[in-house]
T-cell receptor, first 117, second 112 residues
Framework: EAQVTQNPRYLITVTGKKLTVTCSQN?????MSWYRQDPGLGLRQIYY???????DKGDVPEGYKVSRKEKRNFPLILESPSPNQTSLYFC????????????????FGPGTRLTVL | QKEVEQDPGPLSVPEGAIVSLNCTYS??????FMWYRQYSRKGPELLMY????GNKEDGRFTAQVDKSSKYISLFIRDSQPSDSATYLC????????????FGSGTRLQVQP
């Protein structure tokens, strides 16, 4: 089954304790992205990756790091989490094959609910 | 002012009703318009996709884009309880970044 998986699904941690949220896709997609979803704000892009070893900042990158060493994996790293990073996080992927702009069709993972105390 | 405005609802309708969901936006560079459906505790899934202005129909769903008014709509005919979800509009410009700009979502409840 084609899918994007994220782990963990739920995480409660304390301020300053480094954590990593993993994301993996099995669709051989070149493009991957991280979003956070907050009430009243919708989803906002944190980081994205056009391909292996190519990453760049989205709209809200502060406090986050990413890496893309393999095509299928795109982990999100919080080096020193703070309470304002409490949110619902989604990983997404899409193909780079151009089909009348349908490369904008992004497939989302199930989400990771993070609470930072 | 947000780039994309969407009424958060909740919107409650009886089964079989026609549902109208709307978003307005301010960035005239947006070219791609999408509607995502998000069930509770799930990730968003693409429902409808439209490039530029016009209508697009898929089964019980119709998406409309009016670029002159910067207004997009999603109509759901013969609504079902299984349509109960949060509906997110999203839009983007054609760049490598492919960032989707989302509305905040409208929660829809279809009563049996």
């Amino acid at each position: 089954e084609a899918q994007v998986t994220q782990n963990p699904r739920y995480l409660i941690t304390v301020t300053g304790k480094k954590l990593t949220v993993t994301c993996s896709q099995n669709m051989n997609h070149e493009y991957m992205s991280w979003y956070r979803q907050d009430p009243g704000l919708g989803l906002r892009q944190i980081y994205y990756s056009m391909n292996v070893e190519v990453t760049d900042k989205g709209d809200v990158p502060e406090g986050y790091k990413v890496s893309r060493k393999e095509k299928r994996n795109f982990p999100l790293i919080l080096e020193s989490p703070s309470p304002n990073q409490t949110s619902l996080y989604f990983c997404a992927s899409s193909s780079s094959v151009l089909v009348q702009g349908r490369n904008h069709e992004q497939f989302f993972g199930p989400g990771t609910r993070l609470t930072v105390l | 002012q947000k780039e994309v405005e969407q009424d958060p609802g909740p919107l409650s309708v009886p089964e079989g009703a026609i549902v109208s969901l709307n978003c307005t936006y301010s960035n005239s560079a947006f070219q791609y318009f999408m509607w995502y459906r998000q069930y509770s505790r799930k990730g968003p899934e693409l429902l409808m996709y439209t490039y530029s202005s016009g209508n697009k129909e898929d089964g019980r769903f119709t998406a409309q884009v009016d670029k002159s008014s910067k207004y997009i709509s999603l109509f759901i005919r013969d609504s079902q309880p299984s349509d109960s979800a949060t509906y997110l509009c999203a839009m983007s410009v054609y760049t490598g970044r492919r960032a989707l700009t989302f509305g905040s979502g409208t929660r829809l409840q279809v009563q049996p």
